[in-house]
């Protein structure tokens, strides 16, 4: 079964190319054109991947990212017209995976497309194998179920906050600079930025620290990186 991909657009110009380039490369397509109907689509479990506009009629982008995100963890990625970097921070603080802006090339956007899925199915597939828990401090993650406790609170991370997380954990006291941790994350072929790392991180400790303020697990190692520290 190929891949089904879920484009919330509101402009039928973008969504056609969109799907006409996805659908060459054996990808199932639907298109939804307004906020509430592209979140309650994303919310039937029928795709594997969403490609989300920020201006919609109804709801805008970042709020069904969030609303999807906390239900789902396939990859997000979000589309911006701006060319600051304020959306994309917002995007990826809502849980978006990838970020691209408009106009775009089709073709840059399949790759981006096929790098998220091959790193999701990648991530499922090994999880599917042998079960790997790590427990440090009062932090409890489980990578088959890609469930996190801390203390007996879960926390629902999304696909590259619980990647993140999971590599740090199994590699504690390590520092790792921001080049290693995207490299090691997104991959070789990911064609995004180091400057998401912080934004991430910055989740993560929301999540799972008692004060994200004054971290105890998610160190800084300023001019080098970041650790988990035990």
């Known amino acids: 079964m190929n891949p089904k991909i879920l484009i919330i657009e509101d402009d039928p110009d973008i969504s056609e190319i969109e799907k006409d380039y996805l659908e060459l490369n054996d990808y199932e397509v639907v298109i939804t054109e307004t906020g509430p109907d592209g979140m309650k689509e994303a919310l039937t479990g029928n795709y594997n991947l969403i490609i989300l506009d920020i201006m919609l ?3 805008d982008g970042f709020d069904v990212c969030r609303n999807i995100r906390d239900k789902l963890d396939i990859p997000i990625m979000m589309l911006t017209a701006r060319k600051t970097d304020i959306d994309k921070i917002r ?6 995976d990838d970020y691209m802006e408009k106009p775009f090339s089709p073709s840059v956007l399949v790759a981006k497309v096929k790098s998220q899925l091959a790193q999701y199915f990648r991530l499922k597939n090994n999880n599917n194998s042998e ?3 790590i427990m440090i401090g009062n932090v409890n993650l489980d990578s088959k179920t890609r469930r996190v406790f801390v203390d007996q609170d879960e926390k629902v991370l999304p696909n590259k906050e619980f990647q993140l997380l999971e590599f ?3 590699n504690p006291d390590m520092v790792f600079s921001r080049e290693t941790l995207y490299e090691r994350i997104w991959g ?9 790392i912080p934004v991430h991180i910055n989740r993560l400790r ?3 620290e008692e004060d994200p303020a004054n971290p105890k697990h998610l160190i800084t190692v300023w ?3 970041y650790k ?3």
């Open 168 to 170: 740090l954990m199994m």
């Open 228 to 230: 988990f520290r035990p």
């Open 188 to 196: 070789m072929d990911s064609m995004g930025s180091t400057s998401t």
């Open 91 to 96: 995007g990826l603080g809502f849980g978006a």
């Open 206 to 208: 929301e999540a799972i």
């Open 131 to 133: 079960t790997q828990k």
């Open 223 to 225: 001019g080098v990186g």
């Open 57 to 59: 009629p109804g709801m």
